[in-house]
């Protein structure tokens, strides 16, 4: 077993189906043709395939996308599999465990798959309900709620305003202009954020991410596995993982911060050997503007309070500073809980951006965080691996 993962795993594989409302559309019919698309990327046959991981959506934890029936019909007999339900902390979380798999030789190659059909078939998202059940009676109704309390919160701490928030919609938004496959590929601006209807104040519409069908696939495999075949795709490897979790939520005078998404970070940051200043692109979670905000706080890539300025005049936008979610983000290329930060931070480390490619891109984060399940999560993705 290794001292630390550090670039002891790879990612050499990933496929995404087309996103938004897509009618017909099934969780397992979405992951199946994710898994197909992700398998044609790495060059792999599916008989290479023996691990497999699934995030079961917005349904039952035991619902439609197991890995029991994603086996089945895939034709899959994994030899290390399983399935977890953690919210916008999974892609990671499985994408980690995963890379824990083939490293400790429990696995060769990994498929961590997602489908969902949130936008089409009915789930707690589409409906605005069903979450957060033992904070109604305090009128904390929906994950809209919970994050304008910590955008209230922040505000009047920081003097943070909504144009500013609006600067992470915006930013966001010309991103998925120059992505083909967005939802949401009409540039806005920062009048338009201002004109949107509010949701839940201070939230406006255009603070809030999308509803989405859709399904992303990731193949792991080690990182000795990927230097020595000849993949299809250059690997892109996994230098620093971490994650954070709280069971204590109200009873913190700090919940509505989310302290929690900062071990994450500097767990990640410990294990790759780097700090902020090293990155060129990051991916971070963005069930809200306000996570963007966060993120950028607790990652070290301003003080505590100082995100709201550190965003305006296009800083996190192409051609700033900190190009931020480059294809988009869950505000509007898709919502698929994270799983397309993944996808979008190894195609800029592969060069293959296009329009929205950052130049030189050589180390990318990647967070997520699963709001209602207190926990979150962090990568540092590298293109050659960062042990010297």
Not at 56 to 65: C, K, N, Q
Not at 265 to 272: E, F, V
Not at 320 to 343: C, F, K, Q, R
Request: charged share 20%.
């Amino acid at each position: 077993m290794k001292d630390s993962l550090k670039d002891q795993a790879a990612i050499i594989g990933v496929g995404k189906t087309a996103q938004g409302k897509l009618p017909g559309s099934t969780q397992l019919s979405l992951a199946a043709d994710a898994f197909v698309a992700a398998l044609d990327d790495s060059g792999l046959d599916k008989s290479d395939i023996d691990g497999l991981l699934t995030f079961p959506g917005t349904t039952a934890p035991e619902g439609p996308l197991n890995y029991l029936r994603l086996g089945e019909t895939l034709g899959i007999d994994p030899a290390f599999t399983g399935s977890m339900s953690m919210g916008g902390g999974t892609a990671g979380a499985l994408v980690q465990t995963a890379a824990m798999a083939v490293s400790t030789g429990m696995a060769t190659n990994v498929a961590c798959v997602f489908g969902d059909a949130a936008k089409t078939g009915g789930s707690r998202f589409s409906r605005a309900s069903g979450w957060g059940d033992s904070w109604d009676i305090w009128g904390m109704m929906g994950a809209a709620a919970n994050s304008a309390v910590a955008a209230s919160r922040h505000m009047a701490l920081y003097g943070t305003t909504s144009e500013q928030l609006a600067e992470v919609a915006v930013a966001c938004r010309r991103h998925a202009s120059m992505n083909p496959d967005a939802v949401m590929r009409k540039p806005i601006t920062i009048a338009d954020h201002q004109a949107s209807r509010w949701i839940v104040e201070p939230l406006r519409l255009l603070d809030c991410c999308l509803i989405s069908d859709g399904g992303v696939c990731v193949i792991v495999t080690s990182a000795e596995r990927a230097r020595a075949r000849d993949t299809r795709q250059p690997p892109v490897f996994i230098s620093g993982m971490g994650q954070g979790y709280t069971t204590r939520t109200l009873e913190r005078e700090d919940w509505w911060y989310v302290p929690h998404q900062k071990q994450a970070l500097d767990r990640a940051w410990k294990m790759a050997g780097i700090g902020p200043s090293d990155v060129d692109v990051a991916q971070l979670y963005d069930n809200f503007t306000i996570s963007v905000l966060l993120w950028l706080e607790h990652a070290g890539f301003c003080g505590v309070g100082e995100a709201g300025s550190f965003v305006e005049g296009g800083r996190i936008q192409l051609g700033g500073d900190l190009p931020v979610n480059t294809a988009g983000g869950n505000l509007s290329e898709s919502y698929m809980e994270g799983w397309l930060h993944i996808v979008e931070g190894v195609r800029q480390l592969r060069g293959q951006g296009g329009p929205r490619q950052v130049e030189d891109a050589e180390v990318c984060l990647v967070t997520g965080r699963g709001m209602t399940l207190n926990c979150s999560n962090a990568m540092i993705l590298s293109k050659d691996g960062l042990t010297r």
